[in-house]
């Protein structure tokens, strides 16, 4: 991953009301928080990379947690919302029937997989403090459940119009193809092997291969 913060932060979080150093300081903890991760970063080297001095932290935020928190509250409750009414508007938008199908489901996987990357440094914070902090996992669940059940619904019809299939059991294998695809993926190109040259459409449309042959 290069230095270069890809996340706009300015439409995710309130920036226009910020002092410029606050703004600094936020943007450096998003890059490292997301490259480093939270425990190996501290409010020393956000200071380097924001260049401003640890006072200017600590006067606006108290601790590293609460830096933290207040990058986290924005992304529950505005990413993950958004992430899922946009992945419904989209279902909404695609036909799929059997002559399209494969076709169906690489928009399905670009779609994702852009809104992941283009927000790569706050999903990457999101799934790290997700997979060790239960308090942030739950707030994570509650902020999709909004919209879960609309969505399973809607993937439930597209699902029945696209292989004729009534049984849910293949829907459920389906959709955690689906999901485990794009974020295994979005996790190598971001974390595990972020230096790699990538096709990106050329990778997604192999996955909407994949996951097609098993419907």
Known sequence: MDNQLVTNIDYWYKTDKMPASQRKVLASAIKLFSTQGYDKTSTSSISQDAHVSQAIIFKYFHSKEELLKSILKPIINNVVPVYAEQFLDHLKSIKFNQEEAEDGIYYLFRERFNFMYQNKEVIMILISQALINDDIKNDVIKALNKKQDKLMRLMWLKFKDLTGSKNKEEFK??????????????LQVVKIAPNEKYD?????????????LTI
């Open 200 to 212: 990106f459409e050329k990778d997604l449309r192999r996955f909407a291969r994949n996951v097609y």
């Open 173 to 186: 294998n389906f959709v955690e193809l689906f999901v485990t695809q794009v974020m295994a993926y979005f």
